[in-house]
């Protein structure tokens, strides 16, 4: 009888210990239901509400436009082609639109342009906007693009964050070693200006158009770079990444423009799409869901803090599933030209990185490299992976790892 007494106390025993543990795996089932719960509602949250600051951002890109058409207009009196900036070119012209200075960064030249009565006039103005290009920064010339200041006077939501351009040099580094006496300035135009032919033409418009071509030093882009050195090795130290990369990047997105502007559009030298990448690299530097202005990333600290955080988000949290930090870095790098869902379909019929890490996780970092080379959908992609890459080693010699 007592025997039969202490089996059914133990028996009871368990039995409150396996109920105690099923309830509990049971509570643990519903917490993880509600925290899945609650991550799906805030994703859908972000979405939602990312997808209205979309909307903002394409009436803000209409208002660009048509400010953009009105201005091509106004130059169509005076030039048979109306140029503006572009990712590697700098077009800026006079008040009266009759001069139009180009600096092809990639190509390292200078081409000034102007319209005048005679060879005599033409000098005097070439030579006034040849020095305006050697010596102006970056703040000067914005307040003084008449286009720039038409785009910034638009009317934003509040969900659009704008900002003051800074003051950086463009291109005195690159022609002068320290600041410039006026003596100095006079005796590089002039030279400039016996050494190089100008070239004269009549346009469709029947007036005379002068050009000035002026080939810049070969170490014009390294030069560029080291103006950004400071801000590059900030945000480089902040985001745990290389500042080889970094620089790399830059010099591929836009040749170090600092008015890099790009037909998505995408502005600034790390070339950030606000919609897209500048919401998450916004969110994820200051916890807020906003959209940036292109005032906000011709700013260089800002353009810098931005790219570089994005290229944080996609190293550390999109691409985490990858493993060999060097293959990462490969998909990271075309990431930022074509999105992760591409990288991963590059990999599996699907944009699952986490599904196409499993295979990249078998191949080894050169092996990565050369089917990301191959496979990526789009060629743009294939060649920037090319670019950045080879360039990230010259930097990396240059500024260290």
Request: net charge positive; aromatic share 12%.
């Given at each position: 009888?007592?025997?039969?007494?202490?089996?059914?106390?133990?028996?009871?025993?368990?039995?409150?210990?396996?109920?105690?543990?099923?309830?509990?795996?049971?509570?643990?089932?519903?917490?993880?239901?509600?925290?899945?719960?609650?991550?799906?509602?805030?994703?859908?949250?972000?979405?939602?509400?990312?997808?209205?600051?979309?909307?903002?951002?394409?009436?803000?890109?209409?208002?660009?436009?048509?400010?953009?058409?009105?201005?091509?207009?106004?130059?169509?009196?005076?030039?048979?082609?109306?140029?503006?900036?572009?990712?590697?070119?700098?077009?800026?012209?006079?008040?009266?639109?009759?001069?139009?200075?180009?600096?092809?960064?990639?190509?390292?030249?200078?081409?000034?342009?102007?319209?005048?009565?005679?060879?005599?006039?033409?000098?005097?103005?070439?030579?006034?906007?040849?020095?305006?290009?050697?010596?102006?920064?970056?703040?000067?010339?914005?307040?003084?693009?008449?286009?720039?200041?038409?785009?910034?006077?638009?009317?934003?939501?509040?969900?659009?964050?704008?900002?003051?351009?800074?003051?950086?040099?463009?291109?005195?580094?690159?022609?002068?070693?320290?600041?410039?006496?006026?003596?100095?300035?006079i005796n590089y135009t002039k030279k400039t200006l016996?050494?190089?032919?100008?070239?004269?033409?009549?346009?469709?418009?029947?007036?005379?158009?002068?050009?000035?071509?002026?080939?810049?030093?070969?170490?014009?882009?390294?030069?560029?770079?080291?103006?950004?050195?400071?801000?590059?090795?900030?945000?480089?130290?902040?985001?745990?990444?290389?500042?080889?990369?970094?620089?790399?990047?830059?010099?591929?997105?836009?040749?170090?423009?600092?008015?890099?502007?790009?037909?998505?559009?995408?502005?600034?030298?790390?070339?950030?799409?606000?919609?897209?990448?500048?919401?998450?690299?916004?969110?994820?530097?200051?916890?807020?869901?906003?959209?940036?202005?292109?005032?906000?990333?011709?700013?260089?600290?800002?353009?810098?803090?931005?790219?570089?955080?994005?290229?944080?988000?996609?190293?550390?949290?999109?691409?985490?599933?990858?493993?060999?930090?060097?293959?990462?870095?490969?998909?990271?790098?075309?990431?930022?030209?074509?999105?992760?869902?591409?990288?991963?379909?590059?990999?599996?019929?699907?944009?699952?990185?986490?599904?196409?890490?499993?295979?990249?996780?078998?191949?080894?970092?050169?092996?990565?490299?050369?089917?990301?080379?191959?496979?990526?959908?789009?060629?743009?992609?294939?060649?920037?992976?090319?670019?950045?890459?080879?360039?990230?080693?010259?930097?990396?010699?240059?500024?260290?790892?």
């Amino acid at each position: 009888m007592q025997i039969q007494k202490t089996l059914s106390s133990s028996f009871f025993a368990v039995a409150l210990l396996i109920s105690a543990a099923d309830a509990k795996a049971d509570s643990f089932a519903d917490y993880k239901q509600v925290q899945q719960q609650n991550f799906q509602k805030n994703t859908q949250k972000f979405i939602y509400y990312k997808n209205s600051l979309n909307q903002d951002f394409l009436n803000y890109k209409k208002a660009q436009q048509k400010a953009y058409d009105e201005y091509k207009q106004e130059l169509k009196k005076y030039w048979d082609t109306t140029e503006l900036s572009t990712k590697k070119r700098l077009v800026h012209y006079t008040q009266d639109k009759q001069t139009k200075t180009a600096i092809d960064f990639a190509e390292e030249k200078i081409k000034i342009e102007t319209i005048a009565k005679d060879e005599k006039e033409a000098k005097r103005k070439l030579a006034h906007a040849l020095l305006k290009a050697v010596t102006i920064d970056t703040k000067e010339l914005y307040k003084e693009d008449e286009l720039l200041q038409k785009v910034a006077k638009i009317k934003t939501p509040k969900t659009i964050i704008k900002a003051k351009v800074d003051a950086k040099p463009i291109l005195a580094p690159v022609i002068f070693d320290k600041k410039p006496s006026t003596k100095e300035l006079i005796n590089y135009t002039k030279k400039t200006l016996e050494k190089n032919p100008i070239k004269e033409r009549i346009n469709s418009k029947q007036k005379h158009v002068y050009t000035l071509n002026v080939t810049l030093p070969s170490d014009t882009t390294i030069k560029r770079s080291r103006t950004y050195y400071q801000e590059v090795q900030s945000a480089a130290q902040k985001e745990r990444i290389a500042p080889s990369l970094i620089f790399a990047v830059m010099h591929t997105e836009s040749s170090f423009n600092p008015y890099a502007r790009s037909y998505v559009p995408a502005y600034g030298l790390m070339q950030i799409v606000p919609h897209t990448a500048g919401i998450d690299a916004y969110y994820y530097l200051y916890k807020e869901k906003k959209l940036v202005s292109d005032s906000y990333l011709y700013n260089s600290r800002n353009n810098i803090q931005m790219g570089s955080a994005y290229l944080h988000i996609l190293y550390y949290s999109y691409l985490r599933h990858i493993k060999d930090p060097q293959s990462r870095l490969y998909c990271t790098i075309a990431a930022y030209n074509t999105g992760a869902g591409n990288v991963a379909r590059a990999f599996v019929s699907s944009s699952s990185v986490k599904y196409a890490a499993q295979k990249i996780n078998t191949m080894s970092a050169d092996d990565v490299y050369t089917h990301l080379r191959k496979n990526l959908r789009y060629k743009e992609a294939r060649d920037y992976l090319q670019r950045v890459e080879k360039r990230r080693r010259i930097y990396k010699k240059i500024y260290g790892s």
